[in-house]
Structure formats: C-alpha cells, structure tokens
C-alpha cells in the first residue's frame, strides 16, 4: 500500500469533475472567470487554439500549447486568474478549464544534473524526467517537534564563512549585499565547495544573460552534476518566478526525505518578494510597508521555513514524502539590499526569521577584498553549537583582533596612533596581514574545512602569546 501513495496524493489532487468557466474581463495582469467554483492556488487551463502565441520552452520541447494560470483571488462571483505566461491572444469568452485544485511537481533523482524551469519542466534540452513522483508545491509545514535540532557542521570551502559563520546542516542564512558585490559569485562557489550531498540552486528573477554563465562558468560542468537548478528570469510573469521558489523547495524536500543533506541556495529572496508583491496588488490586497503588501511576509515565513533538518521517523515511510529518512536541507537566500539600507522592509523581515547572516561589504569590495563579507557584522546563531571549543575561542580572538584594528583604524592610517598605547591594537596590526590572507580567496581556491581551522587556531595562539608578553611588560 506505502508504494501507492504517490499515486493516491496525485488522484486526490486531480479535480473529481470537469469544471469549465468563461473569460468575463481581462484587467492589468489578472483575467476574471465567471461560473469557475474552484479553491484558490488551483491551476486551470484558458483554450486560445490558433491565436495562441507559442511560448519559448513550447517552441523547444515541440509540444502543444497551453495556457495555464493559477487561481489569486475572488471578486464577487468571478475567479481572478493570473497566468503562467503572457495574456496575448485571450478574449471574452473563452473557456477556462480547472485542472488540479493543489499543485505539485513532479521530481526524481533524474532531475540531477538538469535545469528546471517556473512549472518543474526540463529547459536544458536533455529530454525529460524520468522515474519521478509528485511533489506538493505548498505542503503543510512540518510540526516543531519533529525538526531536529542543528549539530553538525556543513562545509562551504569559503574559509571566511566556515571560519566565522559556520553553518550547521539545517540552519537558513542570509546573504545580504547591494548590487556588485559579488553575491552570485559567492554562492557559485558554495555550490561547487560544499560537501552537501545534492546542492538545489534557485534563480529567481535573475537576468537571463546570466543563466547560462552561471551554469557553465561558475559553477562548471563537475558541481552541475550534483546539483538541480531551477530557473525563473526577470522576463518571466511574477506568478512564474514566485512559483520558481516554490518548486526550488519541493526538490530539495525529495532528497531530504531520502537522507540526503541537501544545500538550497536561493537567489533572489527579494525577487521572490518583488514578485508576490506584483501579485498582491494585482488582486486587490492593500500596500504595507513601502508598497508590499501584508501577504509578501506571510509567503516569506513559510517558504524560509520549509528548510531544516528533520528527525528519521520510521513509522513514515518514504515513498509518502513525509520526512522518514531524516535528511536535512541547509538554506543560503540572497537578500539584495536596495541602496545598501539594512533596514529596507525584506532585509529586516529577513533577519528576523533566519538563522543568521552574511553581510557582504561594498568598501572591502571596493579594496579588492574578496569575498567581501564583513565578519564583524556577520553572525551564525549556530556557530557555536557546531564547532569545538578550541574554534570557538579562536573565532572570539580573531574578532577581538578585528574589531581593536577597526576602531583605531583612522589613528593608524594617519600615523597618529602610538605604539604601546593598547596591547590588543598592537598585536592586531602586527597579525593584520595573517588575518586579511586567511579571510580573502580566489574563486579557484578550495581550502578543507580542518586546513583552514588549524591556520585560524595557530593565529589566535600565537597573537595571545603575544599579547600576553606585552601586558607583562607594561
């Protein structure tokens, strides 16, 4: 019975009967459906026949053409219905099918290797998906009591976020950075650095010259192996790209519920907003905070908490998708800070529900500093629960180091600052170039997790002898 669940959760999200509405209006980005009594979040197909104009993935895949939309909304007795793709070629009239009243994804482990598309289809042009199950795309949250609780260190093999960050399997960190930054850059080499056993990257509203230049440049054709990419670009409708998210979610729940540790990367969380927002508004929902509306942040804190680890639960069995094998799915999202203000409405709902983050810093961009992460601004909330005590007191010291340089930076440019005035300055600026070396790193680099603790462990011995030298002699 336990191999037919799949099966069974897909019969019971096909609708029971054919029900068909009509075009009443098409306004803005939204099409009114008259006498269509289906639940919101249920996909439906509009009938256009010849005046359909073919999609670019239909165009690819030679298949037919369809039209599909998602239910936003009600207005009176009318369904609001925004599309998948572009109005062109609707009219009044024209008969709107529903299809499944929940929507899902169908994914296997044959999605390895490949690029996704908005709606879980293959764009890559390697054939389609085979052996695979459905997925729901909105799921019912996982109660508290079955997540596990975070232990374990997962690598990145970026020495200044593994060092000063560190991340724990299950943990959901945030990246924040204006435009320029090297945002992309960073998460393309955690993708090809990690030692998650599948890493599931999602590209929201990304610019499509980019898409391909991540694949085949940054991440490179050994790390697309263990990896799923789900694409969704800046041309694409907003519902597309929000939904992009959604399936970047349901793949990494698949594995996760094979016992694997997956890594989902998310770039944008901030055009994932951007788009929930455009669909707020289409449906009528009234503007919070600099013109987001109230369900953006709703839709935030359930998909940021999708990811997790989760405890093996033998009583539920795999193939019910329900988490039996206890694997766990590390979250990394981007946050683009606009004009670099921290307390813009995404990157402070952000801050409050993640477990930690990176801020990346134009003036050490600006340096040559690269990656540009400012670790005396960063945090993991969970560095501490999965690195040894001998890390952890070198993390302590090298931010002691960092932060006395900092403050006392202006004297020393200037040539103001004296020698002997505070020990813990002195032996920042003597340990200044050591600190700077092992913080900053080539794309190419790859440093093991233990390498890279035993150099920052060594520095901090050796700049607390030193300090302990020049307090005896004062």
Same mark, same amino acid.
């Given at each position: 019975?336990?191999?037919?669940?799949?099966? =069974?959760?897909?019969?019971?999200?096909?609708?029971?009967?054919?029900?068909?509405?009509?075009?009443?209006?098409?306004?803005?980005?939204?099409?009114?459906?008259?006498?269509?009594?289906?639940?919101?979040?249920?996909?439906?197909?509009?009938?256009?026949?010849?005046?359909? +104009?073919?999609?670019?993935?239909?165009?690819?895949?030679?298949?037919?053409?369809?039209?599909?939309?998602?239910?936003?909304?009600?207005?009176?007795?009318?369904?609001?219905?925004?599309?998948?793709?572009?109005?062109?070629?609707?009219?009044? $009239?024209?008969?709107?099918?529903?299809?499944?009243?929940?929507?899902?994804?169908?994914?296997?482990?044959?999605?390895?290797?490949?690029?996704?598309?908005?709606?879980?289809?293959?764009?890559?042009? %390697?054939?389609?998906?085979?052996?695979?199950?459905?997925?729901?795309?909105?799921?019912?949250?996982?109660?508290?009591?079955?997540?596990?609780?975070?232990?374990?260190?997962?690598?990145?093999?970026?020495?200044?976020?593994?060092?000063?960050?560190?991340?724990?399997?299950?943990?959901?960190?945030? +990246?924040?950075?204006?435009?320029?930054?090297?945002?992309?850059?960073?998460?393309?080499?955690? !993708?090809?650095?990690?030692?998650?056993?599948?890493? *599931?990257?999602?590209?929201?509203?990304?610019?499509?010259?980019?898409?391909?230049?991540?694949?085949?440049?940054? =991440?490179?054709?050994? !790390?697309? %192996?263990?990896?799923?990419?789900?694409?969704?670009?800046? &041309?694409?409708?907003?519902?597309?790209? /929000?939904?992009?998210?959604?399936?970047?979610?349901?793949?990494?729940?698949?594995?996760?519920?094979?016992? %694997?540790?997956?890594?989902?990367?998310? &770039?944008?969380?901030?055009?994932?907003?951007?788009?929930?927002?455009?669909?707020?508004?289409?449906?009528?929902?009234?503007?919070?905070?600099?013109?987001?509306?109230?369900?953006?942040? /709703?839709?935030?804190?359930?998909?940021?908490?999708?990811?997790?680890?989760?405890?093996?639960?033998?009583?539920?069995?795999?193939?019910?998708?329900? $988490?039996?094998?206890?694997?766990?799915?590390?979250?990394?999202?981007?946050?683009?800070?606009?004009?670099? &203000?921290?307390?813009?409405? *995404?990157?402070?709902?952000?801050?409050?529900?993640?477990?930690?983050?990176?801020?990346?810093?134009?003036?050490?961009?600006?340096?040559?500093?690269?990656?540009?992460?400012?670790?005396?601004?960063?945090?993991?909330?969970?560095?501490?629960?999965?690195?040894?005590?001998?890390?952890?007191?070198?993390?302590?010291?090298?931010? %002691?180091?960092?932060? !006395?340089?900092?403050?006392?930076?202006?004297?020393?440019?200037?040539? !103001?600052?004296?020698?002997?005035?505070?020990?813990?300055?002195?032996?920042?600026?003597?340990?200044?170039? /050591?600190?700077?070396?092992?913080?900053?790193?080539?794309?190419?680099?790859?440093?093991?997790?233990? &390498?890279?603790?035993?150099?920052?462990?060594?520095?901090?011995?050796?700049?607390?002898?030193?300090?302990?030298?020049?307090?005896?002699?004062?």
């Amino acid at each position: 019975m336990q191999g037919l669940v799949p099966q =069974l959760q897909t019969i019971r999200r096909v609708q029971p009967m054919r029900v068909t509405g009509r075009v009443q209006a098409l306004r803005g980005l939204t099409v009114h459906v008259r006498d269509l009594p289906v639940p919101v979040g249920s996909l439906v197909s509009i009938g256009l026949g010849d005046r359909r +104009i073919v999609s670019r993935h239909e165009a690819a895949s030679g298949g037919e053409a369809e039209t599909l939309g998602e239910v936003i909304g009600f207005d009176g007795p009318n369904a609001v219905v925004m599309m998948l793709s572009s109005t062109a070629g609707i009219r009044s $009239g024209d008969a709107v099918v529903a299809l499944h009243a929940q929507q899902s994804v169908s994914v296997g482990f044959s999605a390895l290797g490949r690029v996704l598309d908005g709606l879980g289809r293959p764009i890559d042009g %390697k054939g389609p998906l085979h052996a695979t199950v459905p997925r729901a795309l909105d799921p019912e949250p996982i109660t508290p009591l079955r997540r596990a609780r975070v232990t374990q260190k997962l690598s990145t093999g970026v020495r200044a976020i593994d060092l000063m960050t560190t991340l724990g399997r299950g943990q959901r960190l945030g +990246i924040f950075a204006g435009p320029g930054v090297g945002k992309s850059t960073l998460l393309g080499s955690i !993708a090809k650095g990690t030692e998650a056993d599948v890493s *599931v990257v999602a590209l929201i509203g990304e610019r499509g010259r980019e898409v391909k230049d991540f694949i085949e440049h940054t =991440l490179g054709p050994e !790390a697309l %192996k263990r990896c799923v990419l789900v694409v969704a670009t800046s &041309d694409e409708s907003a519902l597309l790209r /929000a939904r992009a998210a959604l399936v970047a979610c349901a793949v990494s729940e698949f594995f996760r519920d094979h016992g %694997k540790s997956v890594l989902l990367i998310m &770039d944008s969380i901030t055009r994932f907003a951007h788009a929930h927002r455009q669909i707020g508004l289409s449906v009528g929902e009234p503007p919070a905070m600099r013109g987001y509306t109230p369900g953006v942040f /709703a839709a935030m804190a359930r998909m940021l908490e999708r990811a997790g680890a989760v405890n093996p639960d033998p009583a539920m069995g795999l193939e019910a998708g329900l $988490g039996g094998a206890g694997g766990s799915i590390t979250g990394l999202y981007s946050i683009l800070v606009e004009g670099d &203000d921290m307390t813009e409405p *995404v990157a402070d709902a952000a801050r409050g529900i993640l477990d930690g983050h990176v801020i990346l810093s134009r003036k050490l961009a600006q340096r040559g500093h690269y990656p540009a992460i400012d670790v005396l601004d960063s945090i993991s909330r969970v560095a501490d629960d999965v690195c040894d005590e001998a890390h952890v007191h070198a993390r302590r010291q090298v931010v %002691k180091l960092l932060s !006395a340089y900092q403050q006392a930076e202006d004297l020393i440019q200037i040539g !103001a600052y004296a020698k002997g005035s505070n020990p813990v300055t002195d032996v920042a600026i003597k340990y200044r170039d /050591a600190l700077l070396e092992l913080l900053q790193q080539s794309t190419k680099q790859r440093d093991s997790f233990e &390498d890279a603790r035993k150099r920052m462990v060594n520095i901090a011995i050796e700049a607390g002898n030193e300090h302990m030298k020049l307090t005896q002699k004062r």
